[in-house]
């Protein structure tokens, strides 16, 4: 295993250091706890706080920020962070509007994140919560009930995140983060394993010429493997997937978000992405929005995934709104 780490068991505190290091201005980190919440914490808003297990750089922590999120909780690598993390994450950014719990639908994640819920709430914390599951490649995986939440996520992040800087109250937060969950859909590829820092070793193995198709941002099994494609022959099957569950009509309006795993050199994201954007056309599809690169990453896994997210007039303004964080930054 070769690695740019220094002793394993210290790698999340030592990434987050970090983080505030380069991002002092945006970031702070909540003493004594794997928590960054705005440099400038509380706002007199809606507060949003998302996370999950480390190993998805950017997401969560580079997403904190001005129109996106207030707080950010890293769980140890590909493990959800403990109840107690996410209460401290919510003390810390509440600013007496509430706070909106953004999800991913893993089974530890929601256990963890409902519990801080119920802590927050005896504290007299106004909290809610929402659970993302984009992934139309599986319908129950390793560690989950249901479709997986992966990249689609990110939209969420930015969309609600915009109402609440916008000014709406909680109950309008969440209406607009679960009008976003309803509406985006993804599915992913893999042409590599990841290595998990302690563990020392790939998660799991492919052959040379092998891909694994709907597999999860921590290498969870996906639909099945295969012998490696073209770029436009493999976006053509993860599109079709998405399309047919999404169902958008010719006419529709629809931002795509192509989301490198962290081991996929940007060139081929947009190899992936002109495929995307020929089919969309070819089906009479508009993009209104287009993201492209490394977004919800699973550690050195080479592959992508796309997210293709269905608009109307509120959501389209929304997703324009401003945002200013250390991964995603709109004027």
Request: hydrophobic residues 45%; contains cysteine.
């Amino acid at each position: 295993m070769k690695k740019i780490i220094n002793n394993p068991d210290n790698v999340v505190d030592e990434m987050l250091k970090g983080i505030v290091a380069a991002h002092p201005s945006y970031v702070k980190r909540v003493e004594g706890f794997e928590v960054l919440v705005r440099a400038n914490a509380p706002q007199a808003k809606v507060a949003l706080v998302s996370g999950g297990g480390s190993g998805h750089e950017p997401s969560h922590g580079g997403f904190v920020g001005k129109g996106m999120l207030d707080g950010a909780v890293a769980g140890a690598v590909f493990t959800s962070p403990t109840p107690d993390q996410v209460f401290e994450a919510v003390k810390a950014v509440d600013g007496g509007k509430g706070v909106l719990l953004v999800v991913k639908n893993y089974t530890g994640d929601i256990m963890n994140f409902e519990m801080a819920a119920e802590m927050a709430a005896e504290e007299g914390i106004d909290v809610k919560y929402v659970v993302v599951n984009d992934d139309v490649a599986v319908e129950d995986s390793t560690w989950t009930t249901g479709r997986r939440g992966i990249a689609g996520t990110v939209l969420v992040h930015k969309i609600a995140g915009a109402k609440a800087e916008a000014g709406a109250d909680l109950d309008e937060v969440k209406r607009v983060a679960e009008k976003v969950i309803t509406n985006v859909k993804s599915m992913g590829m893999a042409l590599t394993t990841c290595t998990v820092p302690a563990a020392g070793k790939p998660s799991f193995v492919l052959g040379e010429d092998e891909v694994e198709i709907g597999m999860g941002i921590h290498g969870e099994p996906g639909t099945h493997r295969e012998t490696l494609r073209s770029a436009n022959e493999t976006v053509d099957h993860l599109l079709e997937k998405i399309l047919e569950d999404l169902k958008p009509a010719s006419g529709d309006e629809v931002a795509v978000l192509v989301n490198g795993l962290g081991g996929t050199p940007v060139m081929e994201l947009y190899v992936a992405n002109l495929r995307v954007a020929e089919v969309l056309a070819e089906k009479g599809i508009k993009v209104a929005k287009t993201i492209v690169g490394n977004y919800m990453t699973s550690l050195d896994m080479a592959g992508f995934s796309i997210s293709i997210l269905k608009l109307d007039a509120e959501l389209k303004e929304l997703l324009f709104a401003p945002a200013d964080t250390p991964a995603f930054v709109q004027n």
